[in-house]
């Protein structure tokens, strides 16, 4: 027990070793008491500034909020991962500045969360979790924010770095292969070059990251027929990147084949669509193997393609 020379100092030490508990709770009552945009907004740059695990209450607490729960009840759903509908539906309904705001506290308890978090706490794959099901809301509504979505590729490609979990790339690569109508548009070559980096890595890991290798790649092709080659910023993610991977690709595509291994359905679709629209942007580019093994998979009963897949690829 410790000696106080006196009732004032006994009631600053006891302040003080309750003040990351006090700002959380100071912070919390800003949110629910100012409706004020600005002062919402200045919330955020506060996450990184704060103990994680703070961090994340408040932020859980933010969108508990807007869904009209408690957060013990918020947190409890997101844990059975059972409120799905809830979020996409609360992301729909709110205004554009509301949800740009959610996303952006998203983003930055990402990179804020210790990836060594004790399992019994909030962690990164739930926070991804959410961010997944917001975006899969916010991809139907009217009002689209294109620098909104920028920003959630570029936030979420950054998790594929090699010094992240495994698991974690995983999930995060999942969530931009299933948001891809919504990154298609967009012009972002720091992006591209992370998920090629990514996908190359899955590709070195053959069997056990097969699936993985071909989302990435697929998202990649779809993102490249945007890249500007010229763009100092595509520098380093340039024709040669894309050309080793797109090399990968065929020789994947070819142990396939020999091995008798069916593609991912809903992939196939989309790659071929990838890969026509880049051999439209660069004809050189695209390995000439591509077309013909993705034509004998479909032969091999490997794969299933349309009649305009096909028709694509014979046109190569």
């Known amino acids: 027990?410790?000696?106080?020379?006196?009732?004032?100092?006994?009631?600053?030490?006891?302040?003080?070793?309750?003040?990351?508990?006090?700002?959380?709770?100071?912070?919390?009552?800003?949110?629910?008491?100012?409706?004020?945009?600005?002062?919402?907004?200045?919330?955020?740059?506060?996450?990184?500034?704060?103990?994680?695990?703070?961090?994340?209450?408040?932020?859980?607490?933010?969108?508990?909020?807007?869904?009209?729960?408690?957060?013990?009840?918020?947190?409890?759903?997101?844990?059975?991962?059972?409120?799905?509908?809830?979020?996409?539906?609360?992301?729909?309904?709110?205004?554009?500045?509301?949800?740009?705001?959610?996303?952006?506290?998203?983003?930055?308890?990402?990179?804020?969360?210790?990836?060594?978090?004790?399992?019994?706490?909030?962690?990164?794959?739930?926070?991804?979790?959410?961010?997944?099901?917001?975006?899969?809301?916010?991809?139907?509504?009217?009002?689209?924010?294109?620098?909104?979505?920028?920003?959630?590729?570029?936030?979420?490609?950054?998790?594929?770095?090699?010094?992240?979990?495994?698991?974690?790339?995983?999930?995060?690569?999942?969530?931009?292969y299933e948001s891809t109508h919504a990154w298609t548009y967009l012009y972002c070559p720091s992006a591209v070059g992370n998920i090629i980096a990514f996908a190359r890595t899955c590709y070195r890991h053959d069997i056990a990251a097969a699936d993985t290798f071909v989302k990435a790649t697929t998202v990649v092709l779809l993102l490249s027929q945007w890249l500007d080659w010229n763009d100092e910023e595509a520098m380093p993610h340039h024709r040669q990147q894309l050309k080793g991977l797109l090399r990968d690709l065929a020789r994947f595509l070819r142990q396939c084949n020999e091995d008798g291994r069916r593609y991912d359905e809903r992939s196939a679709g989309k790659l071929v669509y990838g890969i026509a629209m880049l051999a439209e942007k660069d004809e050189e580019l695209v390995n000439k193997m591509l077309p013909r093994v993705l034509l004998e998979g479909a032969e091999l009963g490997l794969l299933d393609l349309t009649h305009e897949d096909r028709v694509m690829l014979r046109g190569m």
């Open 1 to 176: 027990m410790p000696k106080f020379a006196n009732w004032n100092e006994r009631d600053n030490s006891a302040v003080w070793s309750q003040c990351d508990e006090l700002d959380l709770k100071a912070i919390i009552w800003i949110h629910a008491s100012f409706v004020d945009d600005e002062i919402q907004d200045s919330l955020i740059p506060v996450i990184s500034e704060l103990k994680p695990s703070h961090a994340t209450a408040l932020v859980f607490a933010v969108i508990a909020d807007k869904m009209d729960l408690s957060t013990s009840t918020f947190v409890r759903h997101v844990r059975e991962r059972s409120c799905s509908s809830t979020l996409r539906d609360t992301c729909m309904r709110l205004g554009r500045r509301t949800r740009k705001r959610m996303f952006e506290m998203l983003l930055k308890l990402l990179v804020h969360i210790p990836r060594d978090q004790d399992p019994s706490e909030l962690g990164a794959l739930d926070a991804l979790w959410v961010l997944w099901e917001l975006c899969l809301g916010t991809s139907v509504v009217e009002d689209q924010d294109p620098y909104l979505h920028q920003s959630i590729l570029n936030g979420v490609a950054e998790l594929l770095s090699e010094r992240e979990p495994f698991r974690l790339r995983r999930a995060a690569m999942n969530l931009l």
